[in-house]
């Protein structure tokens, strides 16, 4: 009996039209371009704009663009799994609201929430969805809308992140072609570094947490730094290490995109030169689970048949993992 593998077939991705710039931040926080650009590299990032609208609304294009690249009807999905920080609400699942709103009727679904390792995790999770032989197609979805948790006075968090969302199409494979190995990891220590306080059961929202703005993302930036450049570089190599690769063996690194002093020191560990590195930190800023498909999709026409690419990722909680993922066209 062959093996099965679960193959990448469609990419996608979908980023807002706003376009809000470092020198617009400038107007709304003691900060400056130099400053923002020579610390994490990003010079811009696209926000969500509109009244009512939700992470599933980014979903919505990036999920109608990947059906439309493969030539099949939402109604042949079978799963769907959302990787999400900011779901549209706590209860359902925004991957049932995303569902209904493609028209995906046989799909069954859910949210995984691993912060910024998210899609890493769900990737990893879609595969032995289909390795097991039982479902067909898995769309696995990375996205947020990290505006709608951003305090917009607090220049350590602002000027990181941005709002977008990415997706993938797994299926079988024969091949050898797809998802060949992943190692995932995870530190609950690390959630005093970088969390979102209130809204969950243990504080649950009041007038005084929203007063406090308390409903935010939290970050301290250096420890999250400190760990980040740390175990996402370990985890890239040792995958590498574990497979058997030489650089000269990948064709891509695609890193998660927090910080480019990151992504540097995860390339160098890992040895695969600059030119290898996909980079669009520097136009989305960090859109949490968005970065890693937002990175196949606008790589997707580089990428060749049999091209060996090594995905990495660090997130709040603390969470960092890596997957090593062979392209299937």
């Known amino acids: 009996m062959q093996k099965i593998y679960a193959a990448i077939t469609a990419v996608n991705g979908y980023v807002p039209d706003y376009v809000l710039t470092n020198h617009e931040l400038e107007t709304m926080v003691e900060t400056n371009d130099e400053w923002i650009t020579s610390r994490t590299g990003i010079r811009e990032r696209r926000i969500l704009k509109g009244e009512g609208l939700a992470t599933s609304d980014l979903a919505v294009p990036a999920v109608k663009g990947l059906l439309e690249k493969r030539g099949i009807g939402a109604e042949e999905i079978d799963m769907i799994i959302f990787c999400t920080s900011t779901p549209d609400m ?83 494979n024969t091949e050898g072609y797809g998802v060949i190995d992943s190692i995932l990891k995870s530190d609950g220590a690390g959630c005093q570094f970088l969390y979102v306080k209130a809204g969950g059961s243990q504080m649950p929202a009041t007038h005084e947490t929203v007063d406090a703005r308390q409903h935010f993302a939290y970050q301290e930036g250096q420890a999250v730094f400190k760990s980040a450049v740390t175990n996402m570089a370990d985890v890239a190599a040792e995958i590498i290490e574990r497979n058997n690769l030489k650089s000269e063996d990948i064709a891509w690194l695609v890193p998660h995109q927090a ?20 980079i669009n930190i520097d136009r989305y800023g960090n859109t949490t689970n968005g970065t890693i498909p937002l990175c196949l999709w606008e790589w997707e026409s580089k990428l060749k048949k049999g091209d060996n690419l090594i995905l990495a990722a660090f997130g709040g909680g603390f969470t960092w993992g890596s997957l090593y993922l062979k392209w299937a066209y």
């Open 90 to 172: 706590p209860i359902p699942a925004t991957a049932n609201i995303l569902a209904h709103k493609i028209g995906a009727k046989n799909a069954w679904g859910y949210d995984l929430q691993a912060a910024c390792s998210g899609f890493v995790f769900g990737l990893a999770t879609g595969a032995q969805f289909i390795e097991s032989g039982k479902h067909q197609k898995v769309l696995v979805v990375g996205g947020d809308k990290m505006s709608s948790i951003v305090n917009y006075e607090d220049r350590a968090t602002c000027i990181l992140f941005g709002d977008g969302c990415g997706a993938a199409l797994l299926e079988p």
């Open 259 to 278: 910080n480019k002093r990151i992504i540097d020191a995860t390339a160098s560990r890992a040895g695969v030169p600059s030119e290898k590195v996909m």
